[in-house]
T-cell receptor
């Protein structure tokens, strides 16, 4: 079964508008971490934001915020005030605690295009 | 502070050859992980090293191997290359992988893009 599901292969947003990228996950562990990475066409994966499963508050980093709904197992990324430079592939990833698989499990990604 | 450096950035090989990719982690990072990214399979975990020991391995054939040196630099090797090995190989480093705290964010390099002809 897919552990991380990103159902939007592609998204378009107008410059300066906000956009939400969806991510749902599946784990039976109570302790886990959720990450969002951005991958521009150059290939490098750029860390954006992290949410721990025990964190009470939704994570925020500048224009990025994570809408964490634990009961629904969703961790959507919200980008406010989109910029042209935000055009990239966005990956949601999960890390389960050590003792099991310690690597990141990635979703299939969402290609975001910001329109001028 | 220098980021994760991967070399070479691009390379072309033919089937049956072998390839070695190099990764220099961020100074002080002792955990190095490798991922393969292809259009069909997405991002898949290859292996993870910590203090010169492989601690975790993904579901890849034995043709894929790696190692880590005492200075935390890592190399991965793919022998007897197949067309399906064409991919972007990403290396990532972190302080440690204990737990899942935010401090253990993986920092990725720009990748090595391998084309097998």
């Amino acid at each position: 079964a897919q552990k991380i599901t990103q159902t939007q292969p592609g998204m378009f947003v107008q410059e300066k508008e906000a956009v939400t990228l969806d991510c749902t996950y599946d784990t039976s562990d109570p302790s886990y971490g959720l990450f969002w990475y951005k991958q521009p066409s150059s290939g490098e994966m750029i860390f954006l934001i992290y949410q721990g499963s025990y964190d009470q508050q939704n994570a925020t980093e500048g224009r990025y915020s994570l809408n964490f709904q634990k009961a629904r197992k969703s961790a959507n990324l919200v980008i406010s005030a989109s910029q042209l430079g935000d055009s990239a592939m966005y990956f949601c990833a999960m890390r389960e605690p050590y003792g099991s698989a310690r690597q990141l499990t990635f979703g299939s990604g969402t290609q975001l295009t910001v329109l001028p | 502070k220098a980021g994760v450096t991967q070399t070479p950035r691009y390379l072309i090989k033919t089937r049956g050859q072998q390839v070695t990719l190099s990764c220099s982690p961020i100074s002080g990072h002792r955990s190095v992980s490798w991922y393969q990214q292809t259009p069909g399979q997405g991002l898949q975990f290859l292996f993870e090293y910590f203090s010169e020991t492989q601690r975790n391995k993904g579901n890849f054939p034995g043709r894929f191997s790696g190692r880590q040196f005492s200075n935390s630099r890592s190399e991965m090797n793919v022998s007897t290359l197949e067309l399906g090995d064409s991919a972007l190989y990403l290396c990532a480093s972190s302080w440690d992988d204990k737990g899942i705290a935010g401090a253990n964010v993986l920092t990725f390099g720009a990748g090595s893009r391998l084309t097998v002809l």
